[in-house]
Nanobody, 115 residues
Framework: QVQLVESGGGLVQAGGSLRLSCAAS????????FGWYRQAPGKQRERVAS???????SYTSSVKVRFTISRDNAKNTVYLQMNSLKSEDTAVYYC?????????WGQGTQVTVAS
């Protein structure tokens, strides 16, 4: 089992920045990659960014340049640095771990960008 705990969400003005953290615990040896997803009201959950075990990183086009995903293996923590935030970035952000046998999700953290 793997547990994911997000933190760092909040209310920010448009153009501002936030850094989300996802602390992973448990049996993380079988995790192939981590990702951040978000879900806005009335919309489907979408993948924002992901980082694989081999270091490969990808972003959805709407956040490229503005967001940066990174990880600290020693701390078993994945980060999402979000800059130049826009009102359309408002959503609940979820941490995701792709395991060899199943996927894991955090409880989510609210990000609200005020225009």
């Amino acid at each position: 089992q793997v547990q994911l705990v997000e933190s760092g969400g909040g209310l920010v003005q448009a153009g501002g920045s936030l850094r989300l953290s996802c602390a992973a615990s448990g049996n993380t040896d079988n995790i192939n990659g981590f990702g951040w997803y978000r879900q806005a009201p009335g919309k489907q959950r979408e993948r924002v960014a992901s980082i694989l075990k081999n270091g490969h990183i990808s972003y959805t086009s709407s956040v490229k340049v503005r967001f940066t995903i990174s990880r600290d293996n020693a701390k078993n923590t994945v980060y999402l640095q979000m800059n130049s935030l826009k009102s359309e970035d408002t959503a609940v952000y979820y941490c995701h771990a792709e395991g060899s046998f199943r996927d894991y999700w955090g409880q989510g953290t609210q990000v609200t960008v005020a225009s």
